[in-house]
Every structure is written in C-alpha cells, then in structure tokens.
C-alpha cells in the first residue's frame, strides 16, 4: 500500500480510516480496501499537479460516492477543505512553486503573447490589409507562450520539448509558405484548424510522458475545459470594461475605438489564454466544482433542444435542403456535444453505476447522430449539386470524423446503461478518439491548399 511522505495527508488518511471503523455499520467494504483504493486516487491526482491536502480532498469526495460511511465523512470536513485561497502549485517532479513568483511569470508571458499580436505591425502588416496572416497565425501569437508557460511550471523532457517546438516551426512552414489566393476557402480552412491540430499536439506536451494512458488524456480534458471557463469569463469582464471605457471617453468627447480595437482587445484576447491558464493551475479546487455542474446543467438543456430542432425539420422536411449557414452552426452544435461527452467523463467517478445523467447523456448522443446524418445527406445534396470544393470537402470530413466519435459513443454509452459493460470502456473510447480530431485538422492544414489550388 503506497505511503505518503507528507505527514499531514497521512495524518487526514488515519483521520478517515478511524471514522470508517467507527461507522462500519454504513460499509460493507473491508476497510483496507477502500484504504487502497483512496490511496491510489489520491497518488493520481497528486501526479496531475495538485497539492496532496487538495488531492487527499478530492478523492474522498469521489470515494464517497461509492462508500456511504466516506460519504458521511466527506459532508462533515468538506467545508473546511473548500476554501478558496490557491495552495502553493506542485510540478510533477515535485518542485513548490511560489504563487508570487507564478503570477509574475504568467503576467509576463501573458504580455509577451499580447505584444506577439502587435509585432507585424512593424513590419507594416496591419489587420486591415492583411487579415489572411493574422487568422492563419493567431495560434502561432499565443499557443508558444502557453506552452512556455506550461515548460517552466511542469519541466517536461527535452523530447517533449523538441516535438512541440518542431511542431511550432512545422505550422508556421504551412501556414505561411503556401501561395494562397486572396480570401481563399483553403485560407480560412487552414486558419480553423491549425489551432485544433496544435492544441492537441500541446496537450501531448502537457501531460509528458503519460498521453498513451487515459489517466494523462483524461487530465488534459479536464485542463481544456477548465481554460475554456475562466477564458469565457475572463473575455465577459474584459468585454464589459473595454465597453464602459470607450463610452466614458466617448462623453468627454474622446474617440477611444481605435485603441480598444487596434490594441486592446487583440492583445487582451491573446494574453487572457495564457492568465486562464495560470488560474486553472492554481485553482483547481475551485474549477472543479464549476465545471461539472456546468456540464450537467447544459446536458440535458442541449438534449431537449436537439430533439425540438429533429421535430421541427421533420415536420417540415427541410433536413435535406440545410443552407451552408445552417450546416455550419450544426456542426458548431455537434462540437459542443462532443466536448460535454468529454468533460462529462472526466467529471465523473467510473466506479459508479449507472444514473439518470449517464442516461441523459445517452439521449444526447442519439439526438446529435440523427442530426449528424441529416447533416451528411444534406452536404451530399451540395456536392451533387455544386460539385466538390474545399468547404464542402472540409465539412464532409469533419462530419464523418464526428459520426465516427458520435457512432462509438452510442454504442459504449448504451452498453453501460444497459448494465453490458463499465464505464471505462466508454471513456477509453472518447478518450482513445482524440487523435483523430488531430489527424483530419493537420490533413486540412497540409493537404487541402495544394489539392485545391490554395483557392
């Protein structure tokens, strides 16, 4: 059985054990059983990078759902684990970190990402007259800073960080080398791609060596959603502020727009990555509460509004004859599925049987492959009609890849509702998928401009 060197966390696990023998009347468990089995949670999350006292916290909380005497235990101590004040950060070679120092080295990338936005201006590149290189290297201004981040805080190995520079100095060769038409489809294609290909080759380099276990994949998931919440309220804040600026300066009879536009919310938006960054790493705690509950909350919400918009196509039978506008937002819509399947699994304890979300989930899946196909005949109508080209193409192949994800997600997600099999088997189906999204983004990226002419 794993012992901690940290005497405080061996001190809360003595604290547990001695409540669950108090309360054997509620566990039919063996002690040590459960014992071992928050031992190996807890070494887990301490991996990812959390605190041992955070981690210690964690695992009760999801032993609890398996354990009644735990879960006895969890309601009486878990207020005082909640506070909201970030523990000093742990890299997973063990290296303390001090939140002083933290904060002034993500500030700084933070800036370095925000002024990468401005450096073509030198070079007489303005957003204005050459909108193509910015959207094709948006990625390229704030995705090397994070990782920069991410290198100084975990210390990954130099083959980590040899294959993500390498795949740096790949995406800005495609991404700048090839000869595109002006407002070509291959441009715009390459320019919503490049990111989904590097943010997940990131993700390889933010977990290290542990990508090929879903224990590592499943941490960048989480990572990925929780970035994605404190960007989305880091971007309402900013929004609000930049706002009541220019309109305060705007009654003193100061035009402010230009520098809100030309600068502050260009750089705002590239250095906020890197700041959400930082507050997920140093308040998982808090995040953690947020996220999960958000996915529960818009499960069933997105499941009932895709079964209303089913209804309303077949009873109108205008699934077949979907505009490219309509099609799009579909696919925005099933991308969304698809990340709440991913962030679903990640907040859930596999050891739990089925449950109505586990259900609910289920009816979400089959209303987005209904969706999906109705999609798929729609875009074959277009091809039939028009002819091939890079959007119909592109959008071809990422409906397939998300019929291929959604397909394997019916399928697992059934068998444990049904009682067939664990919720593992789901999760490594999800978890196991990821790269495809990657395979089909670098192919748009590296294919797709030469195929069609880089028009």
Same mark, same amino acid.
């Given at each position: ?46 991996r990812s990078g959390l605190e041992p006292e955070e981690a ?78 910015? @959207?094709?290297? *948006?990625? &390229?201004?704030?995705?090397? =800073?994070?990782?920069? $981040?991410? #290198?100084?805080? +975990?210390?990954? /190995? ?5 294959? @993500?520079?390498? *795949?740096? &100095?790949?995406?800005?060769? =495609?991404?700048?080398? $090839?000869? #595109?038409?002006? +407002?070509?489809? /291959? ?10 290909? &590097? ?12 990508? +090929? ?13 929780? &970035? ?98 309509v099609l799009i937002l579909l696919d925005v819509l099933l ?121």
């Open positions: 059985m794993t012992q901690f060197t940290d005497p405080h966390v061996e001190g809360q696990i003595a604290e547990w054990r001695s409540w669950v023998e108090r309360h054997r009347s509620l566990t039919s468990t063996p002690t040590e059983q459960l014992e071992a089995n928050l031992r190996e949670r807890i070494q887990e999350l301490a210690f916290a964690i695992a009760v909380r999801r032993l609890a759902q398996l354990d009644p005497a735990t879960a006895r235990f969890a309601s009486q101590h878990w207020a005082r684990w909640c506070e909201l004040s970030p523990a000093r950060p742990v890299t997973e070679q063990g290296r303390r970190v001090e939140p002083s120092r933290e904060i002034f080295v993500a500030l700084g990338l933070a800036a370095g990402a925000g002024l990468a936005v401005q450096a073509p201006r030198l070079f007489g590149l303005h957003f204005d007259t050459h909108p193509g290189f910015y @959207l094709r290297n *948006a990625s &390229l201004f704030v995705l090397p =800073f994070l990782a920069a $981040y991410l #290198f100084w805080k +975990r210390k990954p /190995t130099r083959v980590v960080r040899a294959g @993500l520079a390498g *795949a740096f &100095l790949l995406a800005a060769v =495609f991404a700048n080398l $090839y000869p #595109f038409h002006s +407002r070509s489809d /291959t441009q715009i294609l390459t320019a919503l791609h490049l990111p989904i290909a &590097l943010w997940l080759v990131l993700g390889w380099a933010y977990v290290g060596g542990r990508w +090929r276990g879903n224990g590592g994949r499943m941490d960048f998931v989480r990572f990925s959603g929780e &970035l994605a919440i404190y960007y989305v309220l880091l971007a309402l804040g900013g929004g609000v502020l930049t706002a009541l600026t220019v309109n305060l300066f705007g009654a003193i009879g100061h035009d402010a727009r230009w520098l809100a536009e030309d600068w502050v919310i260009p750089s705002g938006a590239a250095g906020a990555v890197i700041v959400s960054c930082w507050l997920v790493e140093t308040k998982r705690q808090v995040t953690g509460h947020v996220a999960p509950l958000l996915t529960r909350v818009f499960t069933p919400l997105l499941a009932v509004f895709l079964m209303a918009l089913l209804g309303t196509m077949a009873w109108t039978w205008s699934g077949v004859t979907l505009k490219r506008e991308a969304i599925v698809v990340a709440l399947l991913l962030y679903g699994a990640s907040a859930r304890e596999p050891d739990a049987p089925p449950g109505w979300f586990d259900r609910m989930q289920l009816v979400l899946v089959f209303s987005a492959l209904a969706v999906d196909f109705l999609a798929l005949v729609a875009i074959a109508n277009r091809v039939s009609e028009f002819g091939l080209s890079p959007n119909r193409v592109a959008a071809l192949g990422e409906n397939l890849v998300l019929l291929g994800h959604l397909v394997g997600g019916a399928w697992f997600g059934g068998r444990f509702v049904l009682g067939r099999d664990s919720f593992g088997a789901a999760e490594r189906w999800h978890l196991a998928y990821l790269p495809v999204y990657a395979g089909w983004a670098g192919a748009v990226v590296v294919l797709f401009p030469p195929v069609f002419g880089y028009r």
